[in-house]
Protein backbone atom coordinates (compact mmCIF):
# COMPACT_ATOMS: atom_id res chain seq x y z
CA UNK A 1 0.00 0.00 0.00
CA UNK A 2 1.33 3.10 -1.24
CA UNK A 3 1.29 6.65 0.70
CA UNK A 4 -1.53 8.03 -1.19
CA UNK A 5 -3.87 5.03 -0.42
CA UNK A 6 -3.24 5.08 3.43
CA UNK A 7 -3.46 8.26 3.43
CA UNK A 8 -6.95 8.50 1.97
CA UNK A 9 -8.07 5.43 4.25
CA UNK A 10 -6.89 7.20 7.64
CA UNK A 11 -8.69 10.46 5.85
CA UNK A 12 -11.74 8.79 4.77
CA UNK A 13 -12.47 6.87 7.64
CA UNK A 14 -10.22 8.17 10.46
CA UNK A 15 -7.79 4.68 12.31
CA UNK A 16 -10.58 2.18 11.81
CA UNK A 17 -10.28 0.30 8.59
CA UNK A 18 -9.89 -3.19 8.01
CA UNK A 19 -7.74 -2.32 4.63
CA UNK A 20 -5.98 -0.54 7.03
CA UNK A 21 -5.24 -3.35 9.42
CA UNK A 22 -4.78 -5.30 6.63
CA UNK A 23 -1.38 -3.42 5.56
CA UNK A 24 -0.40 -2.73 8.73
CA UNK A 25 -0.31 -6.94 9.58
CA UNK A 26 0.97 -7.49 6.11
CA UNK A 27 3.77 -5.21 6.57
CA UNK A 28 2.80 -2.89 3.67
CA UNK A 29 2.30 0.08 5.83
CA UNK A 30 4.50 3.06 5.90
CA UNK A 31 6.28 3.37 9.24
CA UNK A 32 5.14 6.89 10.00
CA UNK A 33 1.57 5.59 10.26
CA UNK A 34 2.70 2.34 11.58
CA UNK A 35 3.83 4.22 13.92
CA UNK A 36 0.72 6.81 14.41
CA UNK A 37 -1.36 3.79 14.29
CA UNK A 38 0.54 1.70 17.56
CA UNK A 39 0.39 4.60 19.53
CA UNK A 40 -3.20 5.75 19.01
CA UNK A 41 -3.64 2.19 20.36
CA UNK A 42 -2.20 2.22 23.60
CA UNK A 43 -3.79 5.69 23.97
CA UNK A 44 -7.33 3.85 23.20
CA UNK A 45 -7.53 0.30 24.68
CA UNK A 46 -10.98 0.46 22.36
CA UNK A 47 -8.26 0.76 19.32
CA UNK A 48 -6.40 -2.52 20.24
CA UNK A 49 -8.39 -5.45 19.70
CA UNK A 50 -8.40 -4.82 15.47
CA UNK A 51 -4.96 -4.48 16.06
CA UNK A 52 -4.49 -7.93 17.91
CA UNK A 53 -6.63 -9.53 15.80
CA UNK A 54 -4.27 -7.92 12.37
CA UNK A 55 -1.31 -8.92 13.65
CA UNK A 56 -2.43 -12.75 14.40
CA UNK A 57 -3.80 -13.16 11.12
CA UNK A 58 -0.35 -12.28 9.93
CA UNK A 59 1.00 -14.81 12.05
CA UNK A 60 -1.22 -17.81 10.20
CA UNK A 61 0.21 -16.36 7.18
CA UNK A 62 3.82 -15.95 8.23
CA UNK A 63 3.57 -19.57 9.49
CA UNK A 64 2.14 -20.73 5.72
CA UNK A 65 5.62 -19.76 4.35
CA UNK A 66 8.58 -21.58 3.34
CA UNK A 67 11.25 -21.46 6.06
CA UNK A 68 14.01 -18.83 5.21
CA UNK A 69 17.65 -19.78 5.79
CA UNK A 70 19.55 -17.67 8.71
CA UNK A 71 22.94 -16.83 9.05
CA UNK A 72 25.17 -18.78 11.57
CA UNK A 73 25.84 -16.04 14.05
CA UNK A 74 21.84 -14.52 13.81
CA UNK A 75 21.05 -15.56 17.66
CA UNK A 76 24.10 -14.00 18.89
CA UNK A 77 23.94 -10.90 16.75
CA UNK A 78 20.49 -10.29 17.85
CA UNK A 79 21.06 -10.91 21.40
CA UNK A 80 23.91 -8.42 21.72
CA UNK A 81 21.29 -5.82 20.00
CA UNK A 82 18.54 -6.65 22.81
CA UNK A 83 21.54 -5.93 25.40
CA UNK A 84 23.05 -2.67 23.83
CA UNK A 85 19.64 -0.78 24.20
CA UNK A 86 17.20 0.83 25.08
CA UNK A 87 19.07 1.40 27.79
CA UNK A 88 22.26 3.72 26.88
CA UNK A 89 19.73 5.49 24.45
CA UNK A 90 17.67 6.23 27.23
CA UNK A 91 20.39 7.59 29.57
CA UNK A 92 21.76 9.94 26.60
CA UNK A 93 18.40 11.51 26.17
CA UNK A 94 18.22 11.71 29.90
CA UNK A 95 21.15 13.95 29.54
CA UNK A 96 20.11 15.78 27.29
CA UNK A 97 16.06 16.44 27.17
CA UNK A 98 16.56 18.00 31.19
CA UNK A 99 13.33 19.28 32.43
CA UNK A 100 11.31 17.84 29.75
CA UNK A 101 12.81 13.97 30.47
CA UNK A 102 9.01 13.66 32.71
CA UNK A 103 7.44 14.57 29.59
CA UNK A 104 9.48 11.63 27.50
CA UNK A 105 9.16 9.25 30.22
CA UNK A 106 5.12 9.48 30.43
CA UNK A 107 4.81 8.91 26.46
CA UNK A 108 3.33 5.52 25.16
CA UNK A 109 5.58 2.53 23.65
CA UNK A 110 6.56 2.30 20.90
CA UNK A 111 6.62 6.60 20.45
CA UNK A 112 8.70 6.73 22.89
CA UNK A 113 11.33 4.51 22.33
CA UNK A 114 11.45 6.65 18.69
CA UNK A 115 11.07 9.87 21.19
CA UNK A 116 14.38 8.75 23.13
CA UNK A 117 16.32 7.94 20.26
CA UNK A 118 15.84 11.45 19.00
CA UNK A 119 15.82 13.52 22.16
CA UNK A 120 19.63 11.73 22.40
CA UNK A 121 20.37 12.80 18.72
CA UNK A 122 19.56 16.44 18.58
CA UNK A 123 16.77 17.03 20.90
CA UNK A 124 14.17 19.77 21.26
CA UNK A 125 14.36 22.47 18.40
CA UNK A 126 12.37 25.64 19.14
CA UNK A 127 9.78 26.72 16.43
CA UNK A 128 8.73 30.09 17.60
CA UNK A 129 7.33 31.20 20.99
CA UNK A 130 5.94 27.86 23.01
CA UNK A 131 6.27 25.46 20.44
CA UNK A 132 9.60 23.16 19.97
CA UNK A 133 9.88 19.90 17.21
CA UNK A 134 11.79 16.97 17.83
CA UNK A 135 12.21 15.05 14.32
CA UNK A 136 11.72 11.70 14.58
CA UNK A 137 14.23 9.83 12.38
CA UNK A 138 11.73 6.36 11.10
CA UNK A 139 13.05 3.85 7.80
CA UNK A 140 10.03 5.20 5.99
CA UNK A 141 8.54 8.03 3.42
CA UNK A 142 6.91 10.15 5.70
CA UNK A 143 7.98 13.03 7.60
CA UNK A 144 7.12 12.51 11.54
CA UNK A 145 7.56 14.84 14.41
CA UNK A 146 6.95 15.10 17.99
CA UNK A 147 5.71 18.31 18.91
CA UNK A 148 5.19 20.21 22.31
CA UNK A 149 2.95 23.18 22.55
CA UNK A 150 2.88 25.41 25.80
CA UNK A 151 -1.09 26.14 26.46
CA UNK A 152 -2.00 29.44 24.23
CA UNK A 153 0.89 28.67 21.51
CA UNK A 154 0.40 27.11 18.42
CA UNK A 155 2.33 26.74 14.82
CA UNK A 156 2.31 29.28 12.51
CA UNK A 157 -0.79 29.13 9.78
CA UNK A 158 -0.26 27.09 7.23
CA UNK A 159 -1.60 24.67 4.39
CA UNK A 160 0.08 21.50 3.68
CA UNK A 161 1.78 19.97 0.30
CA UNK A 162 0.19 16.56 1.21
CA UNK A 163 -1.46 14.79 3.78
CA UNK A 164 -0.78 15.76 7.52
CA UNK A 165 -2.49 13.49 9.98
CA UNK A 166 -1.94 14.62 13.94
CA UNK A 167 -2.32 12.28 16.99
CA UNK A 168 -2.62 14.52 20.08
CA UNK A 169 -0.67 12.39 22.55
CA UNK A 170 -1.01 14.55 25.94
CA UNK A 171 -3.02 17.98 26.65
CA UNK A 172 -4.69 18.84 23.66
CA UNK A 173 -5.38 21.61 20.47
CA UNK A 174 -7.53 23.59 18.67
CA UNK A 175 -7.78 24.90 15.08
CA UNK A 176 -10.17 25.70 12.47
CA UNK A 177 -11.49 22.21 11.93
CA UNK A 178 -12.36 21.30 15.77
CA UNK A 179 -10.67 20.69 18.98
CA UNK A 180 -8.89 17.25 19.61
CA UNK A 181 -7.55 15.55 23.25
CA UNK A 182 -5.61 12.83 23.88
CA UNK A 183 -5.64 9.90 21.31
CA UNK A 184 -7.81 12.09 18.33
CA UNK A 185 -6.41 12.17 14.95
CA UNK A 186 -6.58 15.27 13.37
CA UNK A 187 -6.39 15.11 9.46
CA UNK A 188 -5.80 18.24 7.24
CA UNK A 189 -4.97 18.24 3.16
CA UNK A 190 -3.53 20.79 0.80
CA UNK A 191 -7.15 22.45 0.30
CA UNK A 192 -6.79 22.93 4.84
CA UNK A 193 -5.10 26.02 6.22
CA UNK A 194 -5.10 26.18 9.81
CA UNK A 195 -3.40 26.99 12.99
CA UNK A 196 -3.40 24.43 15.99
CA UNK A 197 -3.38 26.37 19.09
CA UNK A 198 -2.63 24.31 22.71
CA UNK A 199 -5.45 24.52 24.70
CA UNK A 200 -5.39 25.71 28.39
CA UNK A 201 -3.92 24.10 31.43
CA UNK A 202 -1.51 21.05 29.78
CA UNK A 203 0.88 21.30 27.29
CA UNK A 204 0.07 19.53 24.40
CA UNK A 205 2.51 16.77 22.76
CA UNK A 206 1.49 15.28 19.68
CA UNK A 207 2.78 13.66 16.58
CA UNK A 208 2.57 14.87 13.27
CA UNK A 209 3.18 12.55 10.37
CA UNK A 210 3.49 13.47 6.80
CA UNK A 211 3.20 12.89 3.46
CA UNK A 212 4.01 16.21 2.12
CA UNK A 213 5.44 19.28 3.98
CA UNK A 214 4.17 22.74 5.32
CA UNK A 215 3.34 25.52 3.05
CA UNK A 216 3.14 28.68 5.78
CA UNK A 217 0.89 31.81 4.38
CA UNK A 218 1.56 35.16 5.35
CA UNK A 219 4.80 36.78 5.90
CA UNK A 220 6.52 33.45 6.61
CA UNK A 221 4.94 32.02 3.17
CA UNK A 222 6.88 34.55 1.45
CA UNK A 223 10.50 34.49 3.51
CA UNK A 224 9.86 30.42 2.30
CA UNK A 225 9.08 30.92 -1.12
CA UNK A 226 11.94 32.96 -1.41
CA UNK A 227 13.94 30.28 0.02
CA UNK A 228 12.94 28.21 -2.35
CA UNK A 229 11.61 25.58 0.42
Given amino acids: MNNKM ?3 LLRDISIQNSELYAAYAAGRLDAGFVLLLETQAALRPDLGGPLLVMDAMGGV ?6 EAVMSANALGAALAALEAGPAPVQRRAASQAGERLDELIRLPQPLQDFAFEAAAREGWKSHGRGLAVMPLHLDGQTECELLRIEPGCGAPRHTHRGNEFTLVVAGGFTDEMGSYGPGDVSVAGPEDIHQPVADPGEVCLALAVRDGGLQFTGMLGI ?6 K
Fill in 6 to 8: AAQ
Fill in 61 to 66: FLESEG
Fill in 223 to 228: VQRLLG
